[in-house]
Protein backbone atom coordinates (compact mmCIF):
# COMPACT_ATOMS: atom_id res chain seq x y z
CA UNK A 1 0.00 0.00 0.00
CA UNK A 2 1.48 3.84 -0.73
CA UNK A 3 2.52 5.58 1.91
CA UNK A 4 0.72 8.60 1.01
CA UNK A 5 -2.38 7.53 -0.55
CA UNK A 6 -5.21 9.93 -0.70
CA UNK A 7 -2.81 12.49 1.58
CA UNK A 8 -2.31 15.74 0.51
CA UNK A 9 0.69 17.50 0.14
CA UNK A 10 1.52 21.18 -0.57
CA UNK A 11 5.08 22.01 -1.71
CA UNK A 12 6.42 25.70 -2.08
CA UNK A 13 9.26 26.13 -4.32
CA UNK A 14 7.96 23.14 -6.88
CA UNK A 15 9.02 24.07 -10.20
CA UNK A 16 12.43 22.73 -10.12
CA UNK A 17 15.74 21.10 -7.70
CA UNK A 18 14.25 19.67 -4.29
CA UNK A 19 10.61 20.83 -4.70
CA UNK A 20 10.21 19.23 -8.16
CA UNK A 21 11.63 15.91 -7.30
CA UNK A 22 9.24 15.64 -3.95
CA UNK A 23 6.27 16.05 -6.19
CA UNK A 24 7.34 13.27 -8.32
CA UNK A 25 8.26 10.97 -5.36
CA UNK A 26 5.38 11.84 -3.46
CA UNK A 27 3.06 11.10 -6.36
CA UNK A 28 4.63 8.12 -7.09
CA UNK A 29 3.52 7.31 -3.54
CA UNK A 30 -0.06 8.31 -4.00
CA UNK A 31 -0.26 11.32 -2.82
CA UNK A 32 -2.27 14.60 -4.53
CA UNK A 33 -0.24 17.50 -4.88
CA UNK A 34 -0.84 21.00 -4.35
CA UNK A 35 2.50 22.78 -5.95
CA UNK A 36 3.32 26.45 -5.76
CA UNK A 37 6.02 28.75 -7.49
CA UNK A 38 6.66 31.70 -9.37
CA UNK A 39 7.26 29.72 -12.76
CA UNK A 40 4.36 28.43 -13.99
CA UNK A 41 5.44 26.74 -17.32
CA UNK A 42 7.95 24.98 -15.81
CA UNK A 43 4.98 23.93 -12.95
CA UNK A 44 2.95 22.86 -15.85
CA UNK A 45 5.60 20.49 -17.57
CA UNK A 46 5.79 18.70 -13.98
CA UNK A 47 1.91 18.65 -13.11
CA UNK A 48 1.57 17.18 -16.64
CA UNK A 49 3.94 14.63 -15.98
CA UNK A 50 2.55 13.44 -13.11
CA UNK A 51 -1.00 13.66 -13.89
CA UNK A 52 -1.85 15.01 -17.21
CA UNK A 53 -5.83 14.94 -16.47
CA UNK A 54 -5.16 17.14 -13.44
CA UNK A 55 -7.72 15.08 -11.21
CA UNK A 56 -4.04 14.67 -8.98
CA UNK A 57 -2.52 17.94 -9.43
CA UNK A 58 -3.39 21.52 -8.37
CA UNK A 59 -0.05 23.96 -9.52
CA UNK A 60 -0.15 27.51 -8.94
CA UNK A 61 1.58 30.62 -9.77
CA UNK A 62 2.62 31.98 -5.58
CA UNK A 63 5.15 34.14 -4.69
CA UNK A 64 6.38 33.36 -1.23
CA UNK A 65 7.38 36.61 -0.48
CA UNK A 66 4.00 38.94 -1.33
CA UNK A 67 1.77 39.28 1.35
CA UNK A 68 -1.42 37.16 0.90
CA UNK A 69 -0.75 35.29 -2.26
CA UNK A 70 -0.11 31.90 -0.41
CA UNK A 71 -3.50 32.54 1.39
CA UNK A 72 -5.34 32.35 -1.95
CA UNK A 73 -3.73 29.60 -3.47
CA UNK A 74 -4.29 27.41 -0.09
CA UNK A 75 -7.98 28.54 -0.78
CA UNK A 76 -8.19 26.91 -3.86
CA UNK A 77 -6.12 23.84 -2.98
CA UNK A 78 -8.88 23.68 -0.15
CA UNK A 79 -11.77 24.00 -2.77
CA UNK A 80 -10.26 21.31 -4.67
CA UNK A 81 -9.34 18.81 -2.10
CA UNK A 82 -10.79 19.31 0.85
CA UNK A 83 -7.72 19.46 3.20
CA UNK A 84 -4.02 19.66 3.50
CA UNK A 85 -1.96 16.56 5.04
CA UNK A 86 1.14 17.54 4.73
CA UNK A 87 2.32 21.24 3.90
CA UNK A 88 5.97 21.56 2.65
CA UNK A 89 8.06 25.02 2.98
CA UNK A 90 10.50 23.88 0.23
CA UNK A 91 11.20 27.82 -1.41
CA UNK A 92 14.45 28.96 -0.89
CA UNK A 93 17.79 30.86 -2.64
CA UNK A 94 21.31 31.92 -1.53
CA UNK A 95 22.84 35.06 -1.40
CA UNK A 96 26.37 35.02 -0.64
CA UNK A 97 29.17 37.67 -0.57
CA UNK A 98 30.93 39.22 2.09
CA UNK A 99 29.46 41.69 4.00
CA UNK A 100 31.76 44.48 3.23
CA UNK A 101 30.24 43.81 -0.37
CA UNK A 102 26.84 43.47 0.88
CA UNK A 103 24.05 45.87 1.86
CA UNK A 104 20.78 45.57 3.94
CA UNK A 105 18.96 45.41 1.22
CA UNK A 106 21.11 41.73 0.31
CA UNK A 107 20.16 40.48 3.63
CA UNK A 108 16.52 41.54 3.38
CA UNK A 109 16.05 40.01 0.01
CA UNK A 110 17.47 36.66 1.81
CA UNK A 111 15.47 36.71 5.01
CA UNK A 112 12.35 37.66 2.49
CA UNK A 113 12.34 34.28 0.64
CA UNK A 114 14.08 32.24 3.36
CA UNK A 115 12.21 32.71 6.81
CA UNK A 116 9.00 35.24 6.25
CA UNK A 117 8.18 32.70 3.17
CA UNK A 118 8.85 29.85 5.41
CA UNK A 119 6.50 32.01 8.26
CA UNK A 120 4.16 33.09 5.55
CA UNK A 121 3.96 28.97 4.57
CA UNK A 122 3.34 28.22 8.27
CA UNK A 123 0.57 30.99 8.65
CA UNK A 124 -1.33 29.78 5.31
CA UNK A 125 -1.42 26.12 6.33
CA UNK A 126 -1.49 26.01 10.00
CA UNK A 127 -5.27 25.52 10.41
CA UNK A 128 -5.77 22.62 7.77
CA UNK A 129 -2.82 20.54 10.00
CA UNK A 130 -4.31 21.49 12.91
CA UNK A 131 -7.53 19.10 11.47
CA UNK A 132 -5.75 16.36 9.58
CA UNK A 133 -3.15 16.12 12.52
CA UNK A 134 -0.74 16.64 9.69
CA UNK A 135 3.36 16.96 8.88
CA UNK A 136 4.74 20.25 8.88
CA UNK A 137 8.18 20.47 6.81
CA UNK A 138 10.92 22.83 6.81
CA UNK A 139 13.91 22.11 4.37
CA UNK A 140 16.77 23.85 5.79
CA UNK A 141 20.62 22.75 5.51
CA UNK A 142 23.61 21.85 7.04
CA UNK A 143 23.99 25.08 6.93
CA UNK A 144 21.80 25.74 9.80
CA UNK A 145 24.86 23.97 11.98
CA UNK A 146 27.66 26.07 10.48
CA UNK A 147 28.71 28.96 8.82
CA UNK A 148 31.62 30.13 6.39
CA UNK A 149 33.17 32.91 5.13
CA UNK A 150 31.32 34.69 2.68
CA UNK A 151 28.34 32.94 3.26
CA UNK A 152 26.38 34.96 6.44
CA UNK A 153 23.01 36.02 4.94
CA UNK A 154 22.08 32.41 3.76
CA UNK A 155 23.62 30.79 6.98
CA UNK A 156 21.57 32.84 9.32
CA UNK A 157 18.41 32.42 7.57
CA UNK A 158 19.21 29.07 7.78
CA UNK A 159 19.88 29.19 11.66
CA UNK A 160 16.64 30.77 12.12
CA UNK A 161 14.75 28.24 10.54
CA UNK A 162 16.20 25.52 12.60
CA UNK A 163 15.19 27.56 15.99
CA UNK A 164 11.55 28.22 14.41
CA UNK A 165 11.47 23.91 14.19
CA UNK A 166 12.65 23.76 17.38
CA UNK A 167 10.29 25.92 18.72
CA UNK A 168 7.10 24.55 16.58
CA UNK A 169 7.81 21.44 17.57
CA UNK A 170 6.97 22.03 20.45
CA UNK A 171 3.96 24.31 19.61
CA UNK A 172 2.31 22.14 17.85
CA UNK A 173 2.71 19.10 19.02
CA UNK A 174 -1.23 19.29 21.13
CA UNK A 175 -2.24 19.42 17.79
CA UNK A 176 -0.83 16.55 16.60
CA UNK A 177 1.71 18.50 13.94
CA UNK A 178 4.87 16.93 13.39
CA UNK A 179 7.58 19.11 12.53
CA UNK A 180 10.36 18.14 10.89
CA UNK A 181 13.60 19.97 9.91
CA UNK A 182 15.67 18.50 6.66
CA UNK A 183 19.24 19.49 6.43
CA UNK A 184 20.31 18.47 2.73
CA UNK A 185 23.80 19.00 2.07
CA UNK A 186 25.18 19.68 -1.14
CA UNK A 187 22.05 18.91 -4.06
CA UNK A 188 22.31 18.96 -7.76
CA UNK A 189 20.04 21.88 -8.05
CA UNK A 190 19.80 25.42 -9.56
CA UNK A 191 20.65 27.55 -6.13
CA UNK A 192 24.54 27.73 -7.24
CA UNK A 193 23.61 29.23 -10.43
CA UNK A 194 21.33 32.17 -9.18
CA UNK A 195 22.83 35.48 -9.07
CA UNK A 196 22.28 37.47 -5.23
CA UNK A 197 19.29 39.17 -7.34
CA UNK A 198 17.58 36.04 -7.41
CA UNK A 199 17.98 35.47 -11.16
CA UNK A 200 18.77 32.65 -12.94
CA UNK A 201 22.71 32.19 -14.93
CA UNK A 202 22.49 29.45 -17.61
CA UNK A 203 26.39 30.14 -17.95
CA UNK A 204 27.61 29.93 -14.37
CA UNK A 205 29.29 26.49 -13.62
CA UNK A 206 28.76 24.54 -10.14
CA UNK A 207 32.30 25.08 -8.16
CA UNK A 208 31.29 21.94 -6.22
CA UNK A 209 32.86 19.04 -6.59
CA UNK A 210 30.50 16.21 -8.39
CA UNK A 211 31.63 13.63 -5.76
CA UNK A 212 29.93 15.95 -3.30
CA UNK A 213 26.63 16.33 -4.62
CA UNK A 214 23.63 14.66 -3.90
CA UNK A 215 20.80 13.72 -6.52
CA UNK A 216 17.35 15.36 -5.86
CA UNK A 217 16.06 12.01 -6.83
CA UNK A 218 17.91 10.57 -4.19
CA UNK A 219 17.14 13.69 -1.80
CA UNK A 220 13.59 13.26 -2.57
CA UNK A 221 13.20 9.73 -1.39
CA UNK A 222 15.25 10.35 1.71
CA UNK A 223 12.65 12.94 2.75
CA UNK A 224 9.38 11.38 2.17
CA UNK A 225 10.86 8.74 4.67
CA UNK A 226 11.15 10.88 7.17
CA UNK A 227 7.85 12.86 6.40
CA UNK A 228 6.43 9.29 6.60
CA UNK A 229 8.00 8.72 10.21
CA UNK A 230 7.93 12.09 11.35
CA UNK A 231 11.06 12.58 12.17
CA UNK A 232 12.40 15.65 13.79
CA UNK A 233 15.04 16.30 11.83
CA UNK A 234 16.52 14.83 9.04
CA UNK A 235 20.44 15.49 8.08
CA UNK A 236 21.64 14.41 4.20
CA UNK A 237 24.80 12.74 3.11
CA UNK A 238 27.49 10.87 4.95
CA UNK A 239 29.72 14.70 5.44
CA UNK A 240 26.79 16.57 6.15
CA UNK A 241 26.35 13.88 9.15
CA UNK A 242 29.77 14.61 10.35
CA UNK A 243 29.55 17.91 10.49
CA UNK A 244 26.34 18.29 12.65
CA UNK A 245 27.82 15.66 14.72
CA UNK A 246 31.39 17.68 14.86
CA UNK A 247 29.20 20.78 15.34
CA UNK A 248 27.70 19.61 18.48
CA UNK A 249 30.32 17.71 19.90
CA UNK A 250 33.39 18.62 19.27
CA UNK A 251 33.20 22.25 17.65
CA UNK A 252 36.74 23.24 17.96
CA UNK A 253 37.78 20.15 15.96
CA UNK A 254 35.28 21.32 12.87
CA UNK A 255 36.41 24.96 13.72
CA UNK A 256 40.25 23.79 12.88
CA UNK A 257 39.41 22.08 9.82
CA UNK A 258 38.03 25.03 8.24
CA UNK A 259 41.03 26.81 8.79
CA UNK A 260 43.44 24.77 7.99
CA UNK A 261 41.85 23.52 4.43
CA UNK A 262 40.94 27.60 4.35
CA UNK A 263 36.85 26.52 3.28
CA UNK A 264 34.79 29.41 2.46
CA UNK A 265 31.89 29.62 -0.06
CA UNK A 266 32.61 30.88 -3.23
CA UNK A 267 31.30 34.49 -3.89
CA UNK A 268 28.37 35.44 -6.46
CA UNK A 269 28.58 38.18 -8.69
CA UNK A 270 25.82 40.75 -7.87
Partial sequence: MSKFSERVVLITGASAGIGAALAQEFASEGANLVLFARRIEKLKEIA????????????LTCDVTKDGELEKAVELARAKFGKIDIAIANAGWSVKGKLEELSLADYRRQWETNVFGVLRTVYATLEDLKQTQGR???????????????????????????????????????????????????????????????????????????????????????????????????????YGKFIVLAQRHLPWLLSWLISRWQIKVVAKSN
Fill in 48 to 59: HSIDPTGARVLY
Fill in 136 to 238: LVIISSVKSYIALAGDSPYSMSKFALKALCQSLSRELTPYGISVTHVCPAYVGTEIRRIDNQGNFQPDWSDPISPRLIKSTEQTAKEIVKAVYRRQTEQVLTV
